[in-house]
Structures are given as C-alpha cells and as structure tokens.
C-alpha cells in the first residue's frame, strides 16, 4: 500500500516536469474544503477580541478563506473557542457544536479554553473545552496575537489537507459509526454533569 | 427528412405547440432563431443542477448523513427553546402603538407651528387648535373605551 502510495507520488512528480498536471479527487476536495472554513460568529472573553483583530485589515484572516464569520452554526465549518468558558456557558458551547453540520473544526484559543488559565482554581471555569468536545488546534497564549490564530488556521488547513476520503485513517465525520453529537453537560449540585465526555477526554496519564 | 419537415408545418396549421415545432424544425433545417434559446436553456439548467447532482452522489458515496436530536433542534444562540414559537400577543399593544401615532404627528405638525409663531396670523393658530383638539378627542375617545387601562 505504501510502496504503491510513493510509486503513485513519483509518477506525478514526473508527469509535471513534462507539464502534465494530475490530481486525485481527494485532493480537489480538501483543496476546496480547506480554503473556504468558515468560522462561527461566537466570542466568549478576551481572546475574541484578537480574534476579531486578525479578520481585520492587518491581519487579514480573508487570504486564507476565513473571513465569513457565520451568525448560525448551520452554515459554519469551524467553532473557536475563543476565551474563559465558564461553567455556565460550556452547555452552550456544546450544543452550538452539536449543531453544525459535519465536517466540523473546533480551534482551543487561549489559556482559559484550553485548561482554565488563570482561573484553574475558581469554582465556575471549565478546565479545558476538550472535556466535552474534540479539539484540532490548541493555541496557547493569554491572550494569543492574531499571528499566532493564523498559524492555528494555517495548521488547521494542514490537518484537512491531510485527511483521506477512504480507508480505515478517514476522519471522524465519513464514518457512519462514530457521532456527531456530543453530550451537553447539564448543571448539577457541584459544578457539571458529567463532569467529562470520557469519549473525547483523553488526558496524558502520570505514570509512576 | 423532407416529410418529418412537412408533418411538422402540417400540424402547426393544426396547432400543436409552437415550440416543439421549432425544435424539431431547428434540428433539420438550422435556420430557425429557437436553437440558440433552447441550448442556453439547457446550458442554464444544467449549470445550476449539475453542482447540486454532484453535490448529492458525493454526499451518497462518501459522507453518510448524521442528523440528531441536538442537531436539529433550533437554534437559538446555544439554549434549549422553550415553549412554542405560536404564542398570541395582546391585541393592547397594538392599540398602545396607534395611540402613541396621536402624539407622533402632533409633535411633528407642532414643532414649525412653534418656530414660526411669530410671524404667523391669527387663523393659522385657530386652525392649530382644531387640529390639537382633534387629535384630542381622539385621546379622549380611547380613554373613554378603556383602552388606556391595562389588564
């Protein structure tokens, strides 16, 4: 398989030095999807206010297709997580996940959405969105410059150009099996119920 | 080709659908004006079905459809709806809103009546205040219903 993958590879190397373009359909598609992910509409601290920065003239999030800000998860491809999520607001942004249409990209910006940040200790953050979602890009940062949310999206674009179409390693959203709803935690007597998606939640273990 | 020409004049005499005379007509002779129409037609339709057909195989083939109840389910800025979407308004705010028009038009009428005051005679002001008591009345007759009483 990998033999014929490198095989397949060369030959197109070889057929472009003659002037020969090829491409598979696989290509075309990623090509497509991962120049045109379109955000939601959703800011939660002071990250979006960067985030807001980069679709801005100066950063320019529209070189790389980003640009559309969507006001309705329906039409949106990409969720940032953009700030502090509070234990009141985490059932939210899972049900705004829960709501696009597949495929779906979730970016962690900044400290506070990745784990807490500063707030780690409080009795009302989240420690981390990918408790109950899956995460693709996580930036760190308190908050990240818009260079460092480009590089997110550019490595974001990476990872859809990668995914295949077919076989075993396609991703999440082209097998039938796997969900594309994740549990909304609900408000419990101490904090969220449950207090992690073991589906998604996969923390590196201390091994003694 | 001559007799399908002929059966095709014969039966517009009879009137059959003009159209599809000229389409016959087009494929035999190529002098009539339709043949350009009827290809753009076709072009048209079949560029904006096409990505849709496209759009569907590739869904069939590749992307099995994931609907859910969460997904489904309307938005409304990350919270659970409550209730129904069909609930009555009271008909008082509506009256509430064309009571509020009486003081809208007079503010309008009175606000030049009042920058030109002075130089104004002494019938302009008399018609002012018919107009002032009319609207008025008005008032007084929505009062007088009860429509000003909130229940």
Redesign the interface.
């Known amino acids: 398989m990998e033999q014929s993958e490198k095989s397949v590879q060369e030959l197109k190397a070889e057929l472009s030095k003659h002037g020969v373009f090829t491409t598979t359909f696989e290509e075309i598609y990623n090509w497509g999807r991962k120049n045109s992910v379109w955000p939601l509409t959703f800011g939660l601290a002071c990250c979006a206010i960067e985030m807001i920065a980069t679709t801005m003239a100066r950063y320019d999030l529209a070189r790389f297709g980003a640009e559309v800000f969507r006001a309705s998860p329906r039409q949106a491809d990409l969720i940032i997580v953009s700030g502090t999520v509070t234990k009141k607001m985490a059932p939210m942004v899972v049900r705004l996940y829960n709501q696009m249409p597949e495929p779906k990209y979730v970016i962690s910006m900044g400290a506070c959405a990745i784990s807490g940040g500063p707030f780690r200790d409080g009795y009302n953050v989240l420690k981390g969105i990918d408790r109950y979602i899956p995460v693709d890009v996580h930036i760190p940062g308190c908050p990240p410059r818009p260079e460092a949310l480009l590089d997110a999206f550019m490595t974001l674009q990476k990872k859809i150009s990668e995914q295949q179409l077919t076989g075993e390693a396609r991703p999440r959203h082209l097998k039938e099996d796997l969900p594309s709803e994740f549990t909304v935690p609900k408000y419990g007597e101490h904090g969220l119920e449950p207090p992690v998606n073991e589906e998604v939640w996969n923390p590196l273990k201390v091994l003694q | 080709m001559f007799l399908l020409q002929n059966l095709a004049v014969t039966d517009a005499r009879f009137g059959i659908d003009f159209l599809m005379i000229s389409a016959v007509n087009l494929f035999i002779t190529g002098t009539n004006p339709w043949p350009p129409i009827v290809a753009l037609l076709v072009g048209a339709l079949a560029f904006g079905l096409a990505p849709l057909a496209l759009a569907w195989l590739w869904a069939v083939k590749?992307?099995?459809a994931?609907p859910?109840?969460?997904?489904n389910?309307i938005?409304e800025?990350?919270?659970?709806s409550p209730g129904d979407a069909w609930i009555q308004f009271k008909a008082s705010y509506y009256l509430y809103a064309i009571i509020f028009l009486i003081f809208d038009v007079e503010a309008v009428f009175l606000l030049p009546f009042a920058v030109a005051y002075a130089g104004l005679p002494a019938g302009a002001c008399v018609a002012m205040l018919v107009f002032l008591l009319l609207l008025v009345e008005g008032l007084m007759w929505a009062c007088q219903k009860g429509v000003l009483q909130w229940s």
């Open positions: 590749y992307s099995p994931k859910g109840k969460e997904k389910s938005y800025c990350g919270l659970e």
